[in-house]
């Protein structure tokens, strides 16, 4: 019998620099928040337009390390602050555009409109700087602030946003509703990481200051940031770590939920390592092992171990294909040859002159999916989950294993809407990874995740 669920659930699993980084966040948003309040939004019209139809080229991971390691000198720093600048509003725009061309029906409904408006006060906070550089590092540190809002601000997009359609279901179809999802969650992934990029950046290298003697630049901050970090990459990413950790994690809510956990196994290459971004890495390897876990005991297998296989592929030259047109001798991995030149921009490639990728196989005696199912586990749906069930999930009455399905690390309320597997899949093919499926009906379920690192790091 399953035993009865607390409220206060496991920590989620997380490396200290992400968690350090998110409490900073969270207290210079609330300065951030009272400097803004009261002050009304001066977004026209024709000025998001605008914005949102400026050109963008295809942005790579190596763009986000080309400032090098921290800490930054103040040049670098306000280089960094600068290139966040030249990217953010456009992609805000595009946001808000793409939001006021659905129907007027479903904008209007409070949970949509809130993050309408939650992204017309982002644009509006980077408006005054887009004007101008960012010169002093005064500045800087003002635009921290209004980084470290827009971060905050938008942490609970994807719950919100599903609540949204989830009552607006009547009004637009399922297709129509993954469709939007699908791209508008792909492009929140690039401008949170954009963001929290730099504002990695600015903490680890802190103390600065704008004297630029001799003094002062041998003066070497003080930080407690891993030096394998560069802003929220790191560049010796083990993935048989973060499977370690993962495990701990649903293994403590199965035991909640079931009274029993089962074990995991890893074979391959578990010393593996290459550079990526933690945080994706450990929702996408959450959302697989809660699945497996949670198979696995339903079916009565939970003493069969979920064997998990790292394989390493060696690093070979890269010659991926540009995404469209000119990319400035730019090369990134086409992600969706169906989207229109804007969305594709949305995304973030790689560009190196070796990558790495990693393919990890988690294997499971669940049973497999039924045929039946098996085509629309990448789709969001959206009638698993009860207008009740919205209601109980405000008081956390509901089921532990669903509750862990979040984004960016944080805990989100998105049970039973089926955003797992397609989330995983975004950050996954965002840096031209991959994620795929095969069941063998009646036995279980083979997954297979591939990452794409960025190479060697110097």
Same mark, same amino acid.
């Given at each position: 019998?399953?035993?009865?669920?607390?409220?206060?659930?496991?920590?989620?699993?997380?490396?200290?620099?992400?968690?350090? !980084?998110?409490?900073?966040?969270?207290?210079?948003?609330?300065?951030?928040?009272?400097?803004?309040?009261?002050?009304?939004? *001066?977004?026209?019209?024709?000025?998001?337009?605008?914005?949102?139809?400026?050109?963008?080229?295809? !942005?790579?991971?190596?763009?986000?390390?080309?400032?090098?390691?921290?800490?930054?000198?103040?040049?670098?720093?306000?280089?960094?602050?600068?290139?966040?600048?030249?990217?953010?509003?456009?992609?805000?725009?595009?946001?808000?555009?793409? !939001?006021?061309?659905?129907?007027?029906?479903?904008?209007?409904?409070? #949970?949509?409109?809130?993050?309408?408006?939650?992204?017309? #006060?982002?644009?509006?906070?980077?408006?005054?700087?887009?004007?101008?550089?960012?010169?002093?590092?005064?500045?800087?540190?003002?635009?921290?602030?209004? !980084?470290?809002?827009?971060?905050?601000?938008?942490?609970?997009?994807?719950?919100?946003?599903?609540?949204?359609?989830?009552?607006?279901?009547?009004?637009?179809?399922?297709?129509?509703?993954?469709?939007?999802?699908?791209? #508008?969650?792909?492009?929140?992934?690039?401008?949170?990481?954009?963001?929290?990029?730099?504002?990695?950046?600015?903490?680890?290298?802190?103390?600065?200051?704008?004297?630029?003697?001799?003094?002062?630049?041998?003066?070497?901050?003080?930080?407690?940031?891993?030096?394998?970090?560069?802003?929220?990459?790191?560049?010796?990413?083990?993935?048989?770590?973060?499977?370690?950790?993962?495990?701990?994690?649903?293994?403590?809510?199965?035991?909640?939920?079931?009274?029993?956990?089962?074990?995991?196994?890893?074979?391959?290459?578990?010393?593996?390592?290459?550079?990526?971004?933690?945080?994706?890495?450990?929702?996408?390897?959450?959302?697989?092992?809660?699945?497996?876990?949670?198979?696995?005991?339903?079916?009565?297998?939970?003493?069969?171990?979920?064997?998990?296989?790292?394989?390493?592929?060696?690093?070979?030259?890269?010659?991926?294909?540009?995404?469209?047109?000119?990319?400035?001798?730019?090369?990134?991995?086409?992600?969706?040859?169906?989207?229109?030149?804007?969305?594709?921009?949305?995304?973030?490639?790689?560009?190196?002159?070796?990558?790495?990728?990693?393919?990890?196989?988690?294997?499971?005696?669940?049973?497999?999916?039924?045929?039946?199912?098996?085509?629309?586990?990448?789709?969001?749906?959206?009638?698993?989950?009860?207008?009740? *069930?919205?209601?109980?999930?405000?008081?956390?009455?509901?089921?532990?294993?669903?509750?862990?399905?979040?984004?960016?690390?944080?805990?989100?309320?998105?049970?039973?809407?089926?955003?797992?597997?397609?989330?995983?899949?975004?950050?996954?093919?965002?840096?031209?990874?991959?994620?795929?499926?095969?069941?063998?009906?009646?036995?279980?379920? *083979?997954?297979?995740?591939?990452?794409?690192?960025?190479?060697?790091?110097?």
């Amino acid at each position: 019998m399953a035993t009865s669920i607390p409220r206060a659930l496991p920590s989620r699993p997380g490396c200290r620099f992400p968690l350090t !980084l998110r409490r900073c966040i969270a207290r210079r948003s609330s300065t951030q928040s009272e400097n803004w309040a009261g002050r009304p939004f *001066d977004v026209a019209k024709d000025n998001v337009a605008q914005l949102a139809a400026s050109p963008r080229r295809p !942005l790579t991971l190596a763009d986000l390390l080309k400032h090098g390691r921290p800490p930054l000198d103040k040049e670098a720093l306000l280089a960094s602050a600068n290139f966040t600048l030249s990217l953010l509003p456009a992609r805000l725009a595009s946001r808000i555009q793409a !939001l006021r061309n659905l129907p007027f029906i479903v904008v209007s409904n409070p #949970h949509v409109s809130k993050i309408y408006h939650n992204y017309l #006060h982002s644009l509006s906070t980077l408006i005054p700087y887009q004007q101008r550089r960012i010169t002093t590092l005064e500045e800087e540190n003002q635009f921290g602030d209004v !980084l470290a809002d827009l971060v905050q601000t938008h942490t609970n997009t994807i719950p919100v946003l599903a609540r949204g359609f989830l009552e607006c279901r009547k009004y637009v179809s399922p297709a129509d509703v993954t469709s939007f999802l699908d791209t #508008h969650l792909r492009a929140r992934i690039g401008t949170r990481l954009i963001a929290e990029q730099h504002l990695a950046l600015h903490y680890a290298s802190q103390p600065i200051k704008d004297d630029t003697s001799a003094e002062s630049s041998a003066q070497a901050p003080k930080s407690s940031i891993p030096p394998n970090y560069i802003g929220v990459i790191d560049t010796a990413l083990q993935p048989a770590r973060i499977i370690r950790q993962c495990e701990d994690f649903v293994g403590e809510i199965c035991e909640l939920k079931y009274g029993v956990r089962p074990s995991l196994k890893i074979g391959g290459e578990p010393d593996a390592s290459f550079a990526h971004i933690p945080v994706h890495i450990e929702y996408i390897i959450t959302e697989l092992l809660k699945n497996a876990f949670r198979a696995s005991i339903e079916n009565g297998n939970e003493r069969e171990p979920i064997e998990v296989t790292i394989a390493a592929a060696p690093d070979v030259p890269g010659d991926q294909p540009p995404i469209s047109g000119d990319n400035d001798n730019d090369t990134a991995i086409e992600l969706d040859s169906e989207g229109d030149r804007a969305n594709r921009n949305e995304y973030i490639g790689y560009s190196a002159p070796s990558s790495q990728s990693i393919t990890i196989r988690i294997r499971d005696r669940g049973g497999g999916i039924p045929p039946e199912v098996l085509p629309h586990i990448w789709s969001y749906s959206f009638t698993t989950f009860s207008d009740m *069930d919205v209601q109980n999930s405000e008081n956390r009455n509901m089921d532990a294993l669903n509750t862990i399905s979040a984004s960016g690390g944080h805990l989100s309320s998105i049970a039973g809407l089926g955003y797992g597997l397609p989330l995983s899949r975004a950050y996954a093919e965002y840096f031209g990874g991959s994620i795929a499926v095969q069941s063998l009906w009646g036995w279980g379920t *083979d997954v297979y995740l591939t990452l794409q690192g960025v190479g060697r790091i110097d």
